[in-house]
């Protein structure tokens, strides 16, 4: 079992930035890739990026790419994404997963999740 506590949400103004943290604790963290998703009111959830468990690779949604950050520190147990230039359509529950071995970016392929974090950008 992983479990995993996102924190960092809230609202804030467009064009500022924003840091999520995703706490984990349980099995070895370091046989888990790291995934951050989203979901917005309406809408199905989906994927904003991706780590492996060394920080070699990463790899980002495009309506994020250039903007968003992740990163992890596996001393620490702590996956981080990095928010900047944060738009309107960046409002959603940002959710952090883990998944054994490999990284993807289907959540369905994920086999555990936090309880999410609100963030709320405004124009």
């Known amino acids: 079992q992983v479990q995993l506590v996102e924190s960092g949400g809230g609202l804030v103004q467009a064009g500022v930035s924003l840091r999520l943290s995703c706490a984990a604790s349980?099995?070895?963290?370091?046989?888990?890739?790291m995934g951050w998703f989203r979901q917005a009111p309406g809408k199905e959830r989906e994927f904003v990026a991706v780590?492996?468990?060394?920080?070699?690779?990463?790899y980002y949604a495009d309506s994020v790419k250039g903007r968003f950050t992740i990163s992890r520190d596996n001393a620490k147990n702590m996956v981080y994404l990095q928010m900047n230039s944060l738009k309107p359509e960046d409002t959603a529950v940002y959710y952090c997963?883990?998944?054994?071995?490999?990284?993807?970016?289907?959540?369905?392929?994920?086999?555990?999740w936090g309880q999410g974090t609100q963030v709320t950008v405004s124009s």
């Open positions: 997963a883990a998944k054994p071995y490999g990284r993807s970016i289907y959540p369905g392929e994920y086999d555990y």
């Open positions: 349980g099995r070895t963290f370091t046989s888990y890739a």
């Open positions: 780590i492996n468990w060394s920080s070699a690779t990463t």
